[in-house]
């Protein structure tokens, strides 16, 4: 009887490792296989925007290397959460994905009560372009430079305005960013989106601000405004003669706003790794370098290991300057 029971469990043990190595090319098949149906990229802001267009421009691109279609899902609201707080609860398989900017990644956690973090929420998966920012001033302002314009900032504190597209946002922490490396003291203005803050630039009811490059390009090249400086460490292909924060003499001040996609905590590695490679790919063709330079952005693809480090990089410096700048929400 105990041979027999002892054979028995043998045959047990046998049969449960062979349906395991059964199981071991149908796991392999299934990744190679993906993607197999339409894939979401959900985006957290409205239609037309800059993070918008980028990411139609992404999904495209996508969609044609993948041989899928590509789903643009808009979820506008609450300063990127909402969209964000859809994708953490979405199945971890690869079929969504979030098109994030660097202040949901890097700000919002200093400022928001969120439901989920987003360094534990995400699997970070590559980074698809830099966004730099450029300093743009009223026509009515009395500074022909970036220095012209601290010393005056200086020589009259908290006169002089900059206008931002809210509180929290990148451009309005690239206005503190500058005080720090400048020393000097500016009255922030804050507006409900940046439409608002430049039609009042341009009116000359505000001093300055900080914004992309496409949303500035045409006010700079039609008069209405001039530019001092961008915010990047190079100068942007559609305004070649406007220096750099550097240049200028201003140093420690590089500031702008990225874009990256992730996807919710668990997806496989190598469905991760596949959807960074493919965007890697993306980012460095000609063409997208050149349409991203179009709209004022650098085409910029990364792993999800180099993803990784540019957020929580971004997130500590952008906390320390909320801290010290005591800023807040209320």
Known sequence: METTN????????FGAAAAMAALLP???HAADTYPSRPINLIVPFAPGGGTDISARLLASELGRKMNVSIVVDNRPGAGGQIAADYVARAKPDGYTLLFANSGMLAINPWLYKLHNDPAKAFEPVSMFSDLPFVLVVSNSLKAKNVQELVALAKAE????????SGIGGAPHLAGEIFQEATGVKLAHIPYKGGGPAMTDLIAGRVDMLFASVLETVAYVKGGKLRAFA???DKRAPVMPDVPTLD???IHNAQTGSWTAVLVPKGTPKDIVDKLSATIREIAASKSIEDK??????????????????????SRARYGKIIKERHLSLN
């Open 230 to 232: 961008v915010t990047g």
């Open 247 to 249: 240049e200028a003499g």
């Open 292 to 313: 991203l330079t179009s709209q004022g952005a650098v085409a910029h693809g990364s792993t999800p290991e180099e993803l990784a480090k540019i957020a929580a990089d």
């Open 26 to 28: 149908l796991a392999s």
């Open 6 to 13: 002892k054979f028995r469990i043998r045959v047990r043990m």
């Open 157 to 164: 504190p908290g006169k002089h305005t900059f206008a931002s």
